[in-house]
């Protein structure tokens, strides 16, 4: 069966790739193949995911790149190589230029640790987004996932879902409950949909 060609894009841990893997494994993930992990950090523990899981992966780093444009350079001849259709930012640390997604309209999805238009935009990413949400006072949060235009976090949501802030809640606790209830629920399924609708030529 003809299937979407993924790219995940990752940066640190990777639990959110490991989700994703997961639902393929077991079947949730049909209409997409994982066809390639690219980190942008040579540490990234996702790498480690991505070759137990058996995906290719490639390592693109910001810092040895002369400047922005070289670094998405690099990216697009990866995922050029790779024949990618579908981009997934899991917990990527880099924003991209207006140049690298205008190349890919409604193809590039993004899980973000809050339910926007909170907590969200340039410097708001991994812990910060929880030690601000907990600061804030507010008593729900969540994830959203999203497609990925030129402004940081500000694409079309694809899908929201809210977890509650508990009392004594640091932004570790508080990260993983977010993870757990709700991103590694909803990334895996909008995956699924945005991948099938490729593969049928729709929007969703
Ligand atoms: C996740 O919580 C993800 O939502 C967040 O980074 C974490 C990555 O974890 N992303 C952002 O903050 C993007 N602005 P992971 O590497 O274990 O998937």
């Not at 050029?80 to 590039?108: C, H, W």
């Not at 339910?115 to 006072?137: E, K, N, T």
Request: with cysteine; glycine share 10%; charged share 20%.
């Amino acid at each position: 069966m003809e299937k979407t060609k993924i790219a995940v894009l990752v940066s640190g841990g990777g639990t959110n790739l490991q989700a994703l893997i997961d639902s393929a494994a077991c079947g949730q993930l049909s209409s997409g193949e994982l066809a390639l992990v690219l980190a942008g950090n040579r540490e990234a523990y996702a790498l480690r995911r991505a070759e137990k899981a058996g995906i290719p992966t490639e390592i693109v780093v910001k810092k040895e790149c002369a400047g922005q444009a070289e670094f998405e350079k690099k990216m697009l001849a990866a995922l050029e190589k790779y024949g990618i259709q579908l981009i997934v930012l899991a917990g990527f640390m880099n924003i991209l230029s207006a140049d690298f997604t205008s190349r890919y309209p409604e193809r590039i999805i993004n899980v973000h640790p809050s339910l926007i238009p909170s907590f969200c935009g340039r410097g708001f990413y991994g812990l910060r987004v929880h030690q601000a949400a907990l600061d804030y006072g507010v008593k729900v949060t969540g994830a959203t996932v999203h497609f990925v235009n030129e402004i940081p976090d500000g694409g079309r949501i694809i899908a929201q879902k809210a977890v509650e802030i508990q009392p004594g809640d640091t932004p570790e606790i508080l990260q993983k409950r977010v993870m757990e209830q709700a991103e590694w629920i909803l990334l895996p399924r909008a995956v699924e949909q945005v991948s099938a609708a490729i593969l049928k030529g729709e929007t969703i």
